[in-house]
């Protein structure tokens, strides 16, 4: 089964902190997203990139940044953390090798700002 | 605006009844459907699909019935275990290689004992 890995599960970080958080997939999948899951809101996808290199913006791409050096690693940066960031972050693959679906979610991080 | 929409934020149903979850959506351009189920500190999994040239696709307890004319979805849960308490996520996409899923809201489903 393929494993999307997130570094950390719980994170405390102080408003104005630049914050990475990682996550790395073992399967050699081309895309990878990052989402952020809300109470009353649900899952809203923040950037997404389609390979090594790339990236596209999502639905609420402010605030933040990616970086993709490398297939098994895609990186979400907080450029100066908020508290309206506060939340539950959520990382997936996916392989191209399918049309649709095929997505594989990580158990994701909860980060507060303080 | 939101293209996937779950209205119900909760259901409770008695255990070994029949849950229903329900889910609209509004781009036309949609194709395929997918139902999320995500426990609490855990990443999402996947539970059932179903592609728009089918109005039908079941899995052992789980069903998901499609109506493209009323861009209307539904999972049917029977029955319904105290283990299928959690919170789901009906999903969209496009077909294509990069497709990228469109999420609802979510509904909390409470199976009680």
């Known amino acids: 089964d393929v494993k999307v890995t997130q570094s950390s599960r719980y994170l405390v970080k102080r408003t104005g902190e630049k914050v990475f958080l990682e996550c790395v997939q073992d399967?050699?999948?081309?895309?990878m997203f990052w989402y952020r899951q809300d109470p009353g809101l649900g899952l809203r996808l923040i950037y997404f990139s389609y390979d090594v290199k790339m990236k596209e913006k999502g639905d609420i791409p402010e605030g933040y940044s990616v970086s993709r050096e490398k297939k098994e690693r895609f990186s979400l940066i907080l450029e100066s953390a908020s508290t309206n960031q506060t939340s539950m972050y959520l990382c997936?693959?996916?392989?191209?090798?399918?049309?649709?679906?095929?997505?594989?979610f990580g158990s994701g991080t909860r980060l507060t700002v303080v | 605006d939101q293209q996937v929409k779950q209205n119900s934020p909760s259901l409770s149903v008695q255990e070994g009844r029949i849950s229903i979850l329900n889910c609209d959506y509004t781009?036309?351009?949609?194709?395929?459907f997918l139902w999320y189920k995500k426990y609490p500190a855990e990443g999402p999994t996947f539970l059932i699909s179903?592609?728009?040239?089918?109005d039908k696709n079941e899995d052992g307890r789980f069903t998901v019935f499609l109506n493209k004319s009323a861009k209307h979805l539904s999972l049917h849960i029977v029955p319904s275990q105290p283990g299928d308490s959690a919170v789901y996520f009906c999903a969209a996409s496009r077909t294509g290689a990069n497709s990228k899923l469109t999420f609802g809201k979510g509904i909390t489903l409470s199976v009680r004992p």
């Open positions: 179903i592609s728009s040239i089918k």
């Open positions: 399967m050699d999948h081309e895309n």
């Open positions: 781009n036309s351009m949609f194709d395929y």
């Open positions: 997936a693959s996916r392989t191209t090798d399918r049309e649709v679906g095929g997505y594989t």
